[in-house]
């Protein structure tokens, strides 16, 4: 975010923050976090202090995907919570030509009586840092262990000092029609993480691809060394005829046997090598050994150089293919050109045609659309995760537990709203808001339901989505 953008979310916090009590804190990283403002539109205040890509604006998302996504708590989310909790936001400033946005919060202690606090969410790049100031501007507390004058515990907090190339305010950020600045910058940053989540896919994928590319050309080197030790078998032959046709004249030598090598013209005198224990008869026996063992490796290392070879051209048009489908964006391909190991592995022996029916309630749409919905968390994992293609529809009661639900879409179609309805009642129904009047309901396309790591079965995180308000039940002639 540069100093224009800043100024402009720093703008807008300043008409909708003041007056606004300071509630629950959602570390989602150890440098994310998500506040509750008790904002009346249901937005939460969104700060990254990731050096790569700090940032602040105001975020719509579900409660209960926050408190999912929730899983970390540094020790100063403990911190802010200690002291701002009883507090409310006086004012939103941002320093002339910075890159930092300030949050003046007012509130009264019983010990202490009127109190002032500043959040300084200072958004400068690797100096990125989140700081809880006293009333009197001097450092009680920051994320990241500050450096510097005005950046450690107990100075008077001062900004770092930049260059003015780093302060100049830059372009505005582009809207692209939304409604403010804060809409535009999560919708570019969920775009951004999401291609972030498949560059490191694609990387996994193409390491792993290429790993294995490796193993094949190191084991093809190994099959070509082994085919050359087992040396020429028609020399082996020869060597071993012309020592059983010279039995009678060979001439023990230091190499071995001095014989007359009667398959070049004018029969000149040759030196086999042998072992000088053995025998004429012993040594053509051990060349006659080596003849057949060379003919035998001979054709089986060819069978395996053709079967390795071929292995390796495969691996290599599927790290073409892998590419191919990154590069154009379709999920389905890369999903088939990527190795097992980078996918949820199918469990041996049981078909994917068989997997959909357990555990799996179906119904069909008024449009016709195939809509699955999962019967306990572990089916909810499969049905997301091994049968949902990249384009089909997700849903999920919003804020309740439940089921989710797939409306399948292999055509690829435009879903029509009647099929959302049915889909978004079914979600409801099954689902712990299947008593209430109207239930709100999540949807959003396959590609942007994420696993958090280490989550429990059924636990999900939604990258994007919108919501639908029906009223829990089972459409009629829709099956199940």
């Given amino acids: 975010m540069n100093e224009q953008t800043v100024r402009e979310v720093a703008e807008e916090l300043s008409r909708v923050l003041p007056g606004q009590r300071f509630g629950r804190i ?4 150890k440098l994310k976090f998500a506040i509750d403002m008790r904002l009346r539109d249901g937005r939460f205040l969104f700060v990254s202090l990731e050096p790569q890509s700090p940032r602040i604006y105001l975020i719509r998302r579900g409660l209960r995907e926050l408190e999912k996504a929730s899983r970390f708590d540094p020790p100063f989310a403990a911190v802010l919570r200690k002291y701002l909790a009883n507090t409310e936001v006086a004012s939103t400033r941002k320093p002339e030509g910075e890159r930092a946005v300030l949050i003046d919060l007012r509130g009264v202690s019983e010990l202490e009586g009127a109190v002032a606090y500043t959040l300084a969410v200072q958004l400068t ?3 990125s840092n989140l700081f809880l100031l006293n009333g009197a501007g001097r450092i009680m507390d920051s994320l990241k262990e500050g450096k510097g004058p005005g950046q450690e515990t107990a100075d008077i907090y001062q900004l770092p000092s930049t260059s003015p190339d ?6 505005p950020f582009d809207k692209a029609g939304k409604d403010s600045v804060s809409e535009a910058l999560d919708e570019f940053y969920l775009a951004k993480d999401e291609e972030a989540r498949r560059l ?5 994928a193409e390491s792993a691809l290429r790993g294995e590319l490796k ?9 070509e060394k082994d085919r050359e030790d087992h040396g020429d078998e028609e020399q082996w032959k020869r060597f071993g005829e012309l020592l059983l046709a010279n039995t009678s ?3 023990r030598v230091d190499e071995g046997f001095s014989v007359a090598d009667y398959y070049s013209d004018g029969a000149p005198e040759i030196v086999i090598p042998s072992d000088p224990r053995h025998t004429v008869a012993e040594s053509a026996e051990f060349y006659f050994k080596r003849y057949a063992k060379a003919r035998n490796a001979r054709t089986a290392i060819a069978e395996r150089l053709i079967a390795v ?4 051209d495969g691996i290599e048009r599927q790290i073409e293919r892998l590419k191919d489908a990154f590069g154009s964006g379709d999920d389905d391909a890369f999903e088939e050109a990527a190795p097992p190991e980078s996918q949820n592995k199918q469990k041996p022996g049981r078909s ?5 029916q357990t555990g799996v309630r179906k119904f069909i749409s008024r449009d016709g659309f195939e809509i699955l919905v999962g019967k306990r968390s572990k089916d909810n994992d499969h049905l997301t995760f091994r049968i949902a293609r990249s384009l089909d529809t997700w849903m999920h009661a919003a804020d309740y537990p439940g089921s989710h639900v797939v409306i399948r879409n292999p055509q690829r179609k435009e879903v029509p709203h009647s099929t959302l309805v049915d889909a978004a009642q079914i979600a409801a129904f099954y689902s712990k808001a299947k008593g209430e009047s109207k239930a709100a309901v999540h949807y959003t396309l396959r590609k942007f339901v994420h696993k958090p790591k280490g989550a429990k079965p059924g636990l999900v995180s939604l990258a994007d989505f919108k919501t639908i308000l029906v009223e829990p039940g089972i459409p009629p002639g829709s099956g199940g």
């Fill in 125 to 127: 790049g690797r100096s």
């Fill in 249 to 251: 004249n060979a001439k």
């Fill in 166 to 171: 780093q302060r100049r305010g830059g372009e």
């Fill in 309 to 312: 070879s071929d292995e390796i």
């Fill in 352 to 356: 994917r045609g068989r997997d959909e």
């Fill in 200 to 204: 490191s896919a694609f990387r996994s």
């Fill in 26 to 29: 959602f570390s989602l990283s």
């Fill in 215 to 223: 193993k094949k050309e190191r084991l093809r080197k190994a099959l």
